[in-house]
């Protein structure tokens, strides 16, 4: 296990002014990359890897070569701002991961996860389709969340990354039924993070942000991460800004209590040491693993085998102690066969939302295409609207043009999918 900076000290000072004077705060943005050599340690089919499984994966950053993961010393604290893929090319189509995900201290979200077609890597000559969609900042792509410590919001939910806990990323292969084949060529993930020293710096970095961006959640005393969820659709069903009290620190802390970094860091919406209510950036793409009933609207459930697996369902059956707030869509046209409509659907509501989805008509681009020269623009689509879910039952779901569209497989391993970006919100009993 490494410890990030023992040998090769690397920040800057920005100097960040405010009516009262000139408050100087430091900041360390590091991209870290790992790397996966499949083309030396091939990963199989249905098979996962991490840094330090085999000694062609490894994690470079700062102009070193560690083959263990990467751990914040005492007293650092840090934000995952993003991360962003560079996948291996064979026969000019890119090579295809079930999953890619972050995990802080053994822990990860199993509905967070991205692949190279909805976290692509910003390179030279290709569009920055996230930049579009209003997910990177500068060069560093914000697809976790807008970082606290860069002006974000608590509900931004970028993950925390607390002293002593070790960050690593795990990729995983798609079984056969799925199209799966094994990765033999060399894949690059890289992961960006927000860095602090200090308790002090910390809480001067809150402090600052919190005053500058008017949010005011931090005072250098309590921290207040309530905020109000609500859908002006839907008044009759829901109160209007419904308020959900997410402040995941308030059962260690009292109100007049006092904000602890080494003990509550990971307990702010993001991490992954929050009590209820709790919140998360949620990340999926759902394939279609059934063919099509032609013209009939086509659900990605678990049932009857439709989509991958538990997790990637896009069937929602909420009670007031769960919600999910979609922000961006992305649609994978089908390489064969054409899909004709999408379907934002939710129970109730008397004008129902569908698109015509064809691939000259797609209003939801995804980021990036298995084929390298098919360029995307723009990616997932920003949601003009944010699609709430809370109290009810809401799917996203799909239809044919009148002939049947075949699944993902080994024989057809480019099929249609839905890439699905928001917040997911978690309830206790004591707010509803």
């Not at 009262?20 to 083309?39: C, M, R, Y």
């Not at 993950?159 to 033999?184: H, R, S």
């Not at 802390?253 to 009590?275: A, N, R, V, Y």
């Not at 693993?289 to 659900?299: C, F, G, I, S």
Request: charged residues 20%; contains cysteine; hydrophobic residues 40%.
């Amino acid at each position: 296990m490494i410890f990030l900076y023992r040998h090769a000290p690397f920040k800057y000072s920005t100097m960040f002014h405010s009516y009262g004077g000139i408050i100087t705060a430091e900041h360390v943005i590091v991209p870290l990359d790992f790397k996966f050599d499949f083309s030396t340690a091939n990963l199989a089919v249905g098979a996962n890897a991490r840094v330090g499984n085999a000694s062609a994966y490894t994690l470079a950053c700062e102009n070193m070569t560690y083959s263990t993961p990467l751990t914040i010393p005492s007293e650092g604290f840090g934000e995952i701002a993003g991360l962003e893929i560079y996948p291996g090319v064979v026969g000019g189509v890119k090579e295809h991961a079930d999953y890619v995900k972050l995990v802080i201290g053994g822990q990860s979200f199993d509905d967070q996860i991205f692949n190279e077609l909805t976290a692509p890597g910003l390179s030279p000559g290709v569009p920055d389709s996230l930049g579009a969609a209003g997910l990177r900042l500068g060069q560093m792509p914000i697809n976790f969340g807008l970082p606290l410590l860069l002006g974000g919001r608590p509900e931004d939910c970028a993950p925390k990354v607390p002293p002593g806990k070790p960050i690593e990323v795990e990729i995983g292969v798609p079984p056969a039924a799925e199209g799966g084949v094994a990765l033999t060529q060399p894949w690059t993930v890289r992961v960006w993070m927000v860095k602090v020293q200090g308790i002090n710096k910390l809480k001067e970095a809150l402090r600052f942000q919190s005053a500058y961006t008017g949010q005011g959640y931090y005072d250098g005393n309590v921290m207040s991460c309530d905020f109000d969820l609500g859908d002006i659709a839907a008044t009759e069903k829901m109160p209007l800004r419904s308020k959900m009290t997410g402040n995941p620190i308030r059962n260690p802390i009292p109100e007049t209590g006092t904000f602890d970094p080494l003990e509550h860091w990971s307990k702010l919406p993001g991490g992954m040491d929050q009590d209820k209510p709790k919140m998360h950036v949620y990340s999926m793409f759902a394939k279609q693993m059934a063919a099509t009933t032609t013209n009939e609207w086509y659900q990605f459930v678990l049932h009857s085998a439709k989509v991958q697996d538990k997790y990637a369902e896009l069937y929602w059956d909420f009670t007031k102690r769960d919600a999910l707030k979609i922000t961006h869509i992305g649609f994978k046209n089908p390489a064969v066969g054409v899909i004709k409509n999408l379907w934002l659907k939710r129970t109730g509501r008397e004008v129902p939302e569908t698109y015509e989805v064809q691939w000259a008509k797609n209003p939801f681009p995804m980021p990036a295409n298995r084929d390298p020269t098919a360029l995307s623009y723009c990616g997932p689509a920003k949601l003009a609207k944010p699609m709430l879910i809370w109290n009810e039952i809401g799917s996203i779901e799909m239809k044919d043009n009148g002939t049947s569209v075949t699944p993902w497989a080994l024989a057809s391993p480019d099929q249609a999918g839905v890439y699905v970006r928001g917040i997911r919100y978690e309830h206790n009993d004591r707010e509803v």
